[in-house]
């Protein structure tokens, strides 16, 4: 069964929804936009993996959004805190150590839930109607590989996956070839796209094509609230960096364009194609080969996404981080 197409994707959908994370200054911007839109996005919890940071930082962050939201309600569940088979990697050189720069890092009141994230994902997949759950992945994809290799009958609960992942026409951005969330760990990448669940990539094809500006920032940050000021921080500290080495005009937000793709399908393009990941050490390792043209003649298992409304992007964006506190 394919992926959804952003064509045949109602922009009115509602997603009973997990978030996968690895918060990360895109990532906790994701969070918060996703997290004003209850009446389209029913937030069951959020699973955190080490990624941008070690796991004991990404899963404070994940509290720390919940917080600035005003939805403590929502449980975070500490995850894998390491790939499955290759060696460690963190992203502190763009996130900063503590995994957000621009905005104060503290202790969030809510304590993380009890329990382990790939028990949890085990757990309510198997519980929850077929296709019902939609999983946004943001980060690493190590919690449902573990889960998949636990339990590969959670994929019947599983209505899609929708990631922030890969790159073929952009390049990479960890290294010439590959993007930083597969490269973490490829072989986790592997083992999602064999599981036969609908899968929808938002790749650097895209997220560097939706691009900050000093007025869209500024928009944030006039909305007079607390959310907006947040965000308009993280993008001043986090933007320059991408946009210095890359030479771009903007800064992408590329993990919050997982939820503007949830909430409003029909601001992005992509087709159906076929994608491997290559698992192999060299200079390929952690590459998304993406048969664009078809050349393979094999099934396609991937929505890949190329193009989105920016503009449409940071509206929606703004609209969403407005009603927040």
């Known amino acids: 069964m394919p992926p959804p197409n952003p064509a045949d994707t109602a922009d009115s959908d509602l997603h009973t929804l997990i978030i996968d994370t690895d918060p990360g200054a895109d990532d906790v911007i994701a969070l918060l936009f996703a997290m004003a839109a209850p009446e389209r996005l029913n937030i069951q919890a959020l699973t955190t993996v080490a990624g941008n940071v070690p796991l ?5 962050n994940a509290r720390l959004a919940c917080e600035w939201a005003g939805r403590p309600e929502i449980p ?7 790939p499955l088979k290759r060696t460690p990697i963190y992203a502190a050189n763009i996130h900063g150590r503590e995994g957000l720069t621009g905005v104060d890092v503290y202790e969030p009141a809510a304590p993380l839930a009890e329990g382990h994230a ?15 759950v939609t999983l946004a992945m943001l980060g690493p994809q190590t919690n449902l590989a573990l889960a998949l290799e636990q339990a590969p009958d959670i994929v019947r609960g599983l209505r899609e996956l929708v990631l922030m992942a890969g790159a073929h026409f952009n390049g ?11 490269f973490a ?4 990448a592997e083992a999602v796209l064999a599981s036969g669940v609908p899968i929808t990539m938002l790749p650097l094809d895209v997220t560097h094509k939706i691009l900050t500006s000093d007025e869209r920032i ?12 947040i965000v308009a921080d993280i993008l001043d500290a986090y933007a320059p960096q991408e946009m210095k080495h890359y030479d771009m005009p903007g800064g992408p937000v590329h993990d919050a364009t997982v939820t503007a793709y949830l909430l409003q399908p029909s601001l992005f393009r992509g087709r159906h194609i076929h994608v491997e990941i ?6 390929g390792f952690g590459q998304t080969a993406a048969d664009w043209y078809g050349s393979l003649h094999r099934p396609a298992n991937v929505n890949w996404i190329v193009d989105g409304d920016a503009q449409g992007f940071f509206d929606l964006l703004t609209e969403h981080i407005a009603r927040l506190p």
């Open 278 to 283: 290559d698992s192999r050490e060299g200079m």
């Open 76 to 82: 975070v569940y500490a995850g894998a805190q390491r």
């Open 56 to 60: 004991a930082k990404t899963s404070r």
């Open 118 to 132: 790939v028990d949890y994902l085990v757990r309510t997949l198997r519980g929850a109607p077929e296709k019902s």
């Open 218 to 229: 500024a928009r944030l940050r006039n909305l007079g609230n607390r959310a907006g000021a």
């Open 185 to 188: 760990d490829p072989h986790a």
């Open 172 to 182: 990479g951005n960890i290294t010439p070839t590959a993007e930083f969330n597969v």
